[in-house]
């Protein structure tokens, strides 16, 4: 089983749904990227899955050029910016799948509100992803 999870930034929703992936089941060959990558793995996407024992601290954001060339099982967009401009895969993809988040680097107000709706996210995205992976087996 191979995967791509794709998002805008790369920062954020999809490195926290490849951490989940790969925290699921380490046999699965899982992937983020995104359209328009980020500099870095926002911080406090890396403070709130540490939380629950999922390290992205040696995590970086890649671009989906990267991934165009190659087959997957799937390919699932996180975020309707990804979605609108998904790019079209040469390689053969079994699947494509939505599974839409806010995005928790919009957020704004004091840093606990902020930390908190990171928090949330998370365990939407959790719970996503969970889902998804029962419905595989």
């Given at each position: 089983m191979k995967i791509l999870i794709l998002c805008t930034g790369n920062s954020?929703?999809?490195?926290?749904?490849?951490g989940f992936l790969k925290f699921f089941d380490k046999n699965i060959k899982v992937f983020s990227a995104g359209t328009e990558p980020n500099?870095?793995?926002?911080?406090?996407?890396?403070?709130v899955m540490k939380e629950l024992d999922i390290d992205l601290s040696d995590n970086y954001p890649?671009?989906?050029?990267?991934?165009?060339n190659q087959e997957f099982d799937?390919?699932?967009?996180?975020?309707?910016?990804a979605k609108e401009s998904c790019p079209t895969f040469s390689?053969?993809?079994?699947?494509?799948?939505?599974?839409?988040?806010?995005?928790p680097a919009e957020v704004s107000g004091t840093e606990e509100f902020i930390l908190?709706?990171?928090r949330r996210i998370r365990d939407e995205i959790k719970q996503?992803?969970?889902?998804?992976?029962?419905?595989?087996q």
């Amino acid at each position: 089983m191979k995967i791509l999870i794709l998002c805008t930034g790369n920062s954020c929703r999809s490195q926290m749904a490849e951490g989940f992936l790969k925290f699921f089941d380490k046999n699965i060959k899982v992937f983020s990227a995104g359209t328009e990558p980020n500099k870095e793995v926002h911080p406090k996407a890396v403070q709130v899955m540490k939380e629950l024992d999922i390290d992205l601290s040696d995590n970086y954001p890649k671009s989906v050029n990267e991934f165009l060339n190659q087959e997957f099982d799937y390919v699932i967009t996180v975020c309707g910016g990804a979605k609108e401009s998904c790019p079209t895969f040469s390689g053969k993809v079994s699947r494509h799948l939505h599974i839409g988040f806010d995005d928790p680097a919009e957020v704004s107000g004091t840093e606990e509100f902020i930390l908190s709706e990171f928090r949330r996210i998370r365990d939407e995205i959790k719970q996503g992803f969970l889902k998804f992976y029962k419905n595989l087996q």
